[in-house]
């Protein structure tokens, strides 16, 4: 038996189990501190290599976009984008934050350490510290990359993802003070920002946007705004370190549990996997619907649960809806040019959500076999309702891309928009029918060990066949380039359907 | 396996799975005729497993035959899939349909008259009628394995293969897996099972062969 006071004794802090965990790791190194030292160089010069190509890449694509924009409604329309920006990247880091934790600790830190009378605080601290220390250079990054495209002033650019990266910092402090009520808080904030981004995105389309500037910024008023943001942000990490001693390890261990499937995923480029953690992890948090009966017989009866899945997916429809903002925006933004390709992409992109029933069904042999119908039609009925949507999102683009194209008329604007549909329908399909990696393939050395083939080219997976489908409309963006893509996604699309 | 000179409704002739060197099947032979169960048994590694998986095509053997109602079986044809129900460790569900969604589709899907009521009465029949809202996601191991079994039950079937039923069933579960099993061959049923619960093959199986002393 462990009296009260045994049990005070035993008592250790962070710290120390930090210092034994270290000393431990110390004990089993296998790798020399030269070694590690190399390792670190190799990184940090392939880092800035590669910043330094991406970055002179983009300040090339920089001047060639700047000269697509002479027009004041263009440059207008550009800087508003960039304010946009801002609000929805703050936006995504709440979602993301409220997804993961934002404060988490893996299972094993759960089940191992949260489990001792050790105090939480520090070791929760760290992992605020970790959460802000992400979200900050990534929001950085992304209004950076943005502004420039613009062709902001880099003045403003800097100010601006400034702010950007503060809000980022702040929004994560802000979910951690939110965590410990499940975070709903959280969610209807990234609901309201990303709302308000999608409307805004709809005004910079409509050529209604709100007049923005952005050259104040690098005076006192963006000095002003820049120290306001700090100090809110201050304050709001200060709340949520006061707030992590109420956080139970049910809100913690989660975040940890998904990331571990999310890298594990990706750490072998399983992209698809990725996708299947987070459809069952949000169906997972649903635990029930009401449960609909009735339907047609035969094949069409997946067909109509796909009817009843998409009335079920509010979320799905709302992003291939936003998606259908994309080539409006391209067009506004003056880059006729790559209407065609960035259609393809928001589809491919917006309407994966909307075909759970086809990945569900292309990695489920013994779901299929329930079924007293061929694979190929068990497929093809997923491919229904989904493919009909994205068919009626492609001819609402119609507009769009023909305002792109020189001398087109209404049919060949219909015809290309129904083109790049199809192109990502077939892009879809190939991404979501692919198999995991097989490792009984040869293999081939790499930076992170021996990797099969096939996984190099998973990532391009699905893109492959877009650009198939896309290049024809490219190259000839007319009725007779649409008839040639359609073909060729077709024939795609029919090749992925009956394959066993 | 029968004495009966009917046509048998499964018939398996010299069945091999080979992977690489590793034999684990080398010429399987058995028939088994409507109404009847027979029971796989032996040791892990045995072929148990291996065996079901190539006589209901969900992998595909190195030699021998597979005959269903004296029709060399093709699990691509819509004819088998109708006629053979499968219950195996790779049957996952839908994330975003319910537990009743999953049984009405499957219903549907096989045309069944009255769906609605078999659905219902397939429910209570496997004690799924609480979590009908369900999610599978958030259902209970012992819950999953008796909506892969209901699966099975609510759509038309003429043989039943089911590897391991009475994995993860309760006490109460496998009573009730042994009195359906039983029905299920009274209604004129071939059932080729796998199990490790002597009970289960003892209720239900008229023949039991031992995977291990082949």
């Known amino acids: 038996m462990t009296s009260a006071t045994d049990a005070r004794s035993t008592e250790v802090g962070a710290r120390s189990l930090r210092r034994q965990m270290r000393a431990w790791r110390r004990q089993r190194a296998d790798t020399t501190l030269y070694e590690e030292v190399s390792e670190a160089y190799v990184w940090v010069f392939s880092t800035i290599v590669l910043g330094a190509m991406a970055i002179s890449a983009m300040v090339q694509a920089r001047v060639t976009i700047a000269s697509g924009c002479s027009t004041s409604s263009c440059t207008d329309a550009r800087t508003s984008l960039v304010w946009a920006s801002v609000v929805g990247v703050v936006a995504v880091t709440l979602a993301a934050a409220q997804a993961v934790g934002p404060v988490m600790v893996t299972p094993a830190t759960g089940a191992w350490l949260l489990t001792t009378p050790i105090d939480r605080q520090p070791l929760l601290r760290s992992r605020l510290v970790l959460a802000g220390a992400v979200a900050a250079p990534a929001c950085l990054v992304t209004v950076a990359a943005i502004g420039l495209l613009a062709g902001l002033s880099y003045g403003s650019i800097a100010v601006l993802s400034a702010i950007a990266a503060i809000a980022g910092a702040g929004a994560t402090a802000a979910a951690t003070a939110w965590q410990p009520d499940g975070g709903r808080r959280t969610l209807r904030l990234a609901l309201m920002l990303g709302v308000a981004t999608a409307c805004w995105m709809l005004l910079i389309a409509l050529d209604a946007e709100p007049p923005t500037t952005v050259d104040w910024l690098t005076g006192p008023p963006g000095w002003t705004i820049l120290g306001a943001l700090v100090l809110i942000t201050a304050l709001l990490i200060r709340r949520a370190v006061a707030g992590l001693p109420r956080l139970l390890r049910a809100h913690l261990v989660p975040g940890g549990s998904l990331l571990a499937s999310l890298s594990g995923a990706l750490a072998g480029l399983d992209l698809t996997l990725a996708y299947d953690v987070l459809v069952a992890r949000r169906w997972r948090n649903a635990a029930t619907v009401r449960p609909v009966r009735g339907g047609p017989g035969g094949a069409w009866a997946l067909v109509w649960r796909d009817i009843v899945r998409l009335r079920r997916s509010p979320g799905a429809v709302a992003t291939l809806a936003a998606s259908l903002l994309v080539p409006y925006v391209v067009v506004r933004l003056g880059l006729a040019d790559t209407v065609v390709l960035a259609s393809g992409l928001a589809a491919f992109v917006g309407g994966l959500w909307s075909f759970s029933a086809l990945r569900t069904t292309g990695r489920n042999p013994g779901l299929v076999r329930c079924f007293p119908m061929s694979l190929a039609a068990v497929r093809a009925a997923t491919l229904v309702v989904p493919g009909g949507v994205l068919l009626l999102w492609s001819l609402a683009t119609a507009p769009a891309v023909g305002r792109s194209l020189d001398d087109a008329t209404a049919t060949d604007a219909v015809m290309v928009s129904v083109a790049a549909g199809t192109a990502a329908l077939a892009a879809i399909a190939r991404w979501l029918l692919a198999g995991p990696p097989d490792y009984s393939q040869p293999l081939v050395s790499s930076p992170a060990g021996a990797v099969p083939i096939s996984l190099i080219g998973s990532t391009l997976r699905g893109f492959d066949v877009l650009a198939l489908g896309i290049v024809p409309l490219l190259v000839a963006p007319d009725a007779t380039g649409a008839l040639v893509s359609v073909a060729l996604s077709g024939s795609v699309l029919s090749y992925l359907v009956s394959r066993r | ?214």
Do not use: Y
Request: net charge negative.
């Open chain 2, 1 to 214: 396996m029968s004495d009966t000179t009917a046509a048998p409704l499964l018939r398996v002739r010299d069945l091999h799975r080979s992977f690489g060197d590793l034999h684990v099947l080398t010429g399987l032979d058995l028939e088994l005729q409507s109404g009847e169960a027979l029971a796989l048994i032996g040791p892990n590694g045995a072929g148990k497993s291996t065996a079901l998986r190539c006589i209901s095509g969900a992998d595909q053997a190195t030699g021998g035959t597979v005959e269903l109602d004296g029709e060399l079986l093709d699990e691509r044809s819509a004819a088998t899939r109708r006629d053979l129900a499968v219950v195996m460790d790779d049957l996952d569900f839908f994330p975003d349909l319910s537990v009743l969604e999953h049984l009405n589709l499957l219903a549907r899907a096989h045309r069944v008259v009255d769906a609605d009521d078999v659905v219902d009465a397939v429910l209570a029949d496997v004690g799924l009628l609480e979590q009908a809202a369900q999610l599978p996601g958030t259902l209970s191991s012992g819950q999953r394995r008796r909506l892969a079994l209901a699966s099975a039950f609510v759509r038309p079937r003429r043989l039943l293969i089911l590897d391991e039923p009475e994995q993860r069933l309760d006490t109460a579960g496998l009573a009730w897996l042994a009195d359906r099993l039983i029905a299920e061959k009274a209604d004129g049923l071939g059932i080729l099972l796998v199990s490790h619960d002597p009970d289960l093959v003892d209720a239900v199986a008229d023949w039991v062969l031992d995977l291990g002393e082949l």
